[in-house]
Structure formats: structure tokens, C-alpha cells
């Protein structure tokens, strides 16, 4: 039997790519493999940014999901790409995109992360939350200025 997919929205994150960095480095100290989507620009600023995030001693193994095969079969805990159909990895997707993913149920679990204080961004998500719920999705909320004030 397949566990459904879990839906999670992550809201006011202050910076889009430090908070995916943050995650990233979260899920791979647990050994839980992460697909991260977005547009090609923010796949590029991201595989920048998991080389140094952390500094030298706290590297952020990850791949690109346009990798070989053979690359992709054998590789770390996380990856990065613009479409999540053929990846090997299908427990947590991490979207940093504009659209909802067409195939969020290959994945146990779904983040969607919104920014604080882009505007566009959040209309994007309001979008997103609308189209998961219309699929039938309980959709769980993580205030992340709430969080950090705990």
C-alpha cells in the first residue's frame, strides 16, 4: 500500500535560498534523501550556494538532476533539478518553483516554501495552496517567524 502524499507549506521565509540550504543540510543529517525543484535559475543559484553554504567543514553533498544516469543511481542525498519525473529520490520534494509539480504524488512528503516578503511569490503559493486542496490535500501550515520566535 502506498502512504499518501503529505503536503506542507512553509511561509515567511526570509530568504528562499538560505532557508532550501537549511532543509537540505537538515534531511541529509538524517539520511533522507530531498529533491529540490525551481526554475533553472534558482537550480543554479542553489547548486552554488549548497558549495559553500555552511563554510569548507559543512559541504552539502548534491547533484544535478540533468546528471548521467549512472551519476544520478549512485548520488548523494540530495537533488536539484527543474522537473522531478525521472529522478531516483522520491521521498521529500522541496518546491522553490512557481508552478505546482505535476507528479507530487511520486513523493511521500511536498514542501512549498513562500517568502516573506516577495508578493508575487505569495500570490504563487495562494495558487498552489488552492490547487492542492482542490486535489483533496490536508495541507499542513509552518509559520517560520512563529517557529523562530519559539
Known amino acids: ?3 499518501p502524499t503529505t503536503v ?3 511561509f515567511n521565509a526570509p530568504s528562499k535560498l538560505a532557508y532550501a540550504c537549511k532543509l537540505a543540510r537538515k534531511l541529509q543529517r538524517m539520511d533522507i534523501p530531498l529533491v529540490v525543484l525551481g526554475e533553472p535559475a534558482m537550480v543554479a543559484q542553489l547548486d552554488e550556494a549548497l558549495w559553500s553554504f555552511g563554510g569548507a567543514s559543512q559541504f552539502l553533498a548534491h547533484c544535478r538532476g540533468d546528471a548521467a544516469p549512472e ?3 549512485r548520488s548523494p542525498t ?3 533539478s527543474e522537473l522531478a519525473g525521472s529522478l531516483p529520490h522520491t521521498r521529500v520534494l522541496l518546491n522553490l518553483g512557481a508552478e505546482m509539480p505535476a507528479d507530487v504524488t511520486r513523493f511521500e512528503r511536498v514542501i512549498e516554501v513562500v517568502s516573506a516578503d516577495d508578493e508575487q511569490d505569495r500570490q504563487q503559493a495562494r495558487a498552489r ?4 486542496a482542490a ?3 490536508d495541507i499542513e501550515r509552518r509559520d517560520l517567524v512563529m517557529k ?3
Not at 495552496?129 to 492542492?132: E, G, I, N, V
Open 129 to 132: 495552496w488552492r490547487a492542492y
Open 148 to 150: 523562530s520566535e519559539d
Open 8 to 10: 506542507a507549506f512553509h
Open 71 to 73: 551519476v544520478l543511481q
Open 78 to 80: 540530495v537533488l536539484l
Open 135 to 137: 486535489m483533496g490535500y
Open 1 to 3: 500500500m502506498t502512504t
